[in-house]
């Protein structure tokens, strides 16, 4: 089962703005440095920004959870983390800002192995619990 990602109002002005901004350089910087910089260094520089805004909004768009009878994977943009259900022993809210697949302000740590966690914000955490102790022997401790 597939789980958008939790996408509050402040990321969205960072990260749109940003992608905004690396846009219209891309696009504006080619005027003003032509002159100065030459043709070269001006397409070289717009192509990076370009490159910058595409890959802002492709982290943004591909941020979801994915939910199988067997793992956990967490989709941001190309990278792809699978983690076994059977593994996940707590998920517990936090307030850490820490670079995550996360896009919400609400976030909740994941722990699982011996000792590792990683970070998420499904926009129903109610039914991603749900669904994964139905799929689990035992079930996730959930702490809010």
Known sequence: MKFKANKDLAYRII??????????????????????AGLAAS????????IFAIVILWFWYRTFYFVTNDYLIIHIGSFK??????????????NTQLASAALSKERYYVYYGSSDFTIITPEN???FIQVINERKDEPVEFLK
Do not use: C
């Not at 397409?43 to 370009?50: M, V």
């Not at 983390?81 to 517990?92: D, H, M, N, S, V």
């Open 43 to 50: 397409l070289i520089f717009s192509l990076i920004f370009g």
């Open 125 to 127: 955490m109610d039914q």
């Open 81 to 94: 983390r699978r983690i076994e259900l059977e593994t996940i022993k707590k998920i517990e809210k936090t």
């Open 15 to 36: 990260i749109w703005g940003s992608a905004l901004l690396f846009l219209g350089l891309s696009l504006g910087l080619f005027i003003p440095i032509y002159h100065k």
